[in-house]
C-alpha cells in the first residue's frame, strides 16, 4: 500500500486535477466524507489530506510514503530524511520580505512579522542583519500597520493582500511552488511503485 499525504486548502484544489490526469481519483463521497484515510481507484494507493505543515512530518516519519507541500512549507521544516523529487509547478508564489518603505528595512534590529520563522532568520543571519522574530499564524500584512513590526516574510501572489495593507514588496527570498516529496526508506523499499507513479505524474504536468 502506498499512502500520499496531501496538503489541504489552495494546494489540494490544484493537486486533484493533476492527480485524475495521472490516472488516480478519489470519489466525491469520500472527499466530503469526515473519514481521514481516503481510499482511491487505485486498490495500492491511498490518501491523507492535511494541514500543509504536517505533510513533511508524515512523509519525514514514514506515515506517509509520497507527499505533496510547498517550497516554502519545506524550507521552514526543513528536509531531514525525505526527498523532494519533483516540482509540480503549481500553487505558485513568491516568498518576500515586504514593509511600508525601503527606510523601515534600515534598523539595527529588525523586527519580522512571520510564520516562516526559521527561514526567516537564516535569510538575515546571511546578510548579516540582526533581527527578531515575531512568530504569527496568519494576516502578516497587519503588523507593520500596528507597530508590531518593521517588516515581514510572507507569501506574495498578485501583490493585492500587500497593496490593500500599504506594503511594499522589497526583497525576493524564494520562488515557490509545490513539491513531490518522497520519505527515504519508502524511496528505496517502495521504488518501483513510487517510480511508475511518480512518472504518471511528471507526464500528465
Ligand atoms: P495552514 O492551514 O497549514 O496554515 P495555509 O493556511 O497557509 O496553511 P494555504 O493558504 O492553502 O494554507 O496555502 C498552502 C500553500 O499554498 C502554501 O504553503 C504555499 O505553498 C501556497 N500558497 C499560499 N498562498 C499562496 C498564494 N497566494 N498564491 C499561490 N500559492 C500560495
Ligand atoms: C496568502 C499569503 C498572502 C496572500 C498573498 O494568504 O499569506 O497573505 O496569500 O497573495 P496575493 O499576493 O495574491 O494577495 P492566504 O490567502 O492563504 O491567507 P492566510 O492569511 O490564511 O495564509
Not at 180 to 202: D, G, H, M, P, R
Request: net charge positive.
Amino acid at each position: 500500500m502506498l499512502t500520499i499525504a496531501l496538503s489541504k486548502g489552495r494546494i489540494l484544489e490544484q493537486t486533484l486535477p493533476l492527480l485524475e490526469k495521472a490516472g488516480l481519483t478519489i470519489a466525491k463521497k469520500e472527499l466530503s466524507s469526515r473519514k481521514l484515510i481516503l481510499d482511491t481507484s487505485l486498490t495500492d494507493v491511498q490518501v491523507i489530506i492535511i494541514r500543509a505543515t504536517d505533510v513533511p512530518v508524515f512523509v519525514q516519519h514514514g506515515a506517509a510514503d509520497v507527499g505533496i507541500v510547498g517550497k516554502d512549507v519545506l524550507l521552514e521544516h526543513g528536509s531531514n530524511n525525505l526527498f523532494e523529487v519533483l516540482d509540480l509547478g503549481i500553487a505558485k508564489c513568491k516568498l518576500m520580505v515586504a514593509a511600508e518603505s525601503k527606510d523601515k528595512l534600515k534598523q539595527n534590529t529588525l523586527k519580522i512579522a512571520t510564520k516562516y520563522v526559521n527561514l526567516a532568520k537564516r535569510y538575515f543571519q546571511n546578510k548579516d542583519q540582526s533581527c527578531e522574530i515575531i512568530k504569527l499564524y496568519g494576516a502578516m500584512e497587519l503588523a507593520p500597520k500596528v507597530g508590531l513590526a518593521h517588516c515581514i516574510v510572507d507569501l506574495v501572489d498578485t501583490g493585492n493582500t500587500l497593496k490593500a495593507n500599504g506594503l511594499i514588496p522589497l526583497e525576493h527570498i524564494e520562488e515557490i511552488s509545490s513539491r513531490l516529496v518522497v520519505n527515504a526508506a519508502s524511496f528505496k523499499t517502495k521504488n518501483v511503485q513510487i517510480k511508475s507513479w511518480t512518472q504518471n505524474i511528471e507526464h500528465s504536468l
